[in-house]
T-cell receptor, first 116, second 109 residues
Framework: GAVVSQHPSWVICKSGTSVKIECRSL??????MFWYRQFPKQSLMLMAT?????????EQGVEKDKFLINHASLTLSTLTVTSAHPEDSSFYIC????????????FGQGTRLTVV | GQNIDQPTEMTATEGAIVQINCTYQ??????LFWYQQHAGEAPTFLSY??LDGLEEKGRFSSFLSRSKGYSYLLLKELQMKDSASYLC??????????WGAGTKLIIKP
């Protein structure tokens, strides 16, 4: 299957700082990228959907000013958690999908964020 | 509203067979996915069903009945490494994935 690389795998940051997570599709053009958040023992929660070159669509309850998503190219999307707080500590996962709405979405490895 | 239901947890014995059920109610249907997720890791793709019937892939099989809004994942010859969460997800009419909460499968020797 296609490869999606997410970086970093884990990060610890101080409360009030910002953290950027990168998601790259290595061998295909990702027209759509999805960002998920997962709390322990819970399912994936979709945060936002981004299409290359346009603004991300955020799910209800997700603060777009806090979770900044940029999808500037067909191979890279970034999620920036701004002014992080301990309650933002979570597992963040991206997935990328190529052209055609019925194609499979491939997942990055995930990023474990701990805010202290 | 859109809803995906699957059992929270199941326990099975090494070498046995287990069936994980998933029922769904969604706005449209463009396929059903099963993913495996080990603790602390991202999900990995197992299967995709868009037509009714059984899809077999090695020790894993997935079944779909669109008229019943029902799917199951069948795991045969269970191994300890199969201990994981299994996520059912349905792609709706907008090609968005609607996720179930996952079924934690515990394999005992």
């Amino acid at each position: 299957g296609a490869v999606v690389s997410q970086h970093p795998s884990w990060v610890i940051c101080k409360s009030g700082t910002s953290v950027k997570i990168e998601c790259r599709s290595l061998d295909f053009q990702a027209t759509t990228m999805f960002w998920y958040r997962q709390f322990p023992k819970q399912s994936l929660m979709l945060m936002a959907t981004s299409n290359e070159g346009s603004k991300a669509t955020y799910e209800q309850g997700v603060e777009k000013d806090k979770f900044l998503i940029n999808h500037a190219s067909l191979t890279l999307s970034t999620l920036t958690v701004t002014s992080a707080h301990p309650e933002d500590s979570s597992f963040y996962i991206c997935s990328a999908r190529g052209q055609g709405g019925d194609t499979e979405a491939f997942f990055g490895q995930g990023t474990r964020l701990t805010v202290v | 509203g859109q809803n995906i239901d699957q059992p929270t947890e199941m326990t099975a014995t090494e070498g046995a067979i287990v069936q994980i059920n998933c029922t769904y109610q969604t706005s449209g249907f463009n396929g059903l996915f099963w993913y495996q997720q080990h603790a602390g890791e991202a999900p990995t793709f197992l299967s995709y069903n868009v037509l009714d019937g059984l899809e077999e892939k090695g020790r894993f099989s997935s079944f779909l009945s669109r008229s019943k809004g029902y799917s199951y994942l069948l795991l045969k010859e269970l191994q300890m490494k199969d201990s994981a969460s299994y996520l059912c997800a349905v792609m709706d009419s907008n090609y968005q994935l609607i996720w179930g909460a996952g079924t934690k499968l515990i394999i005992k020797p």
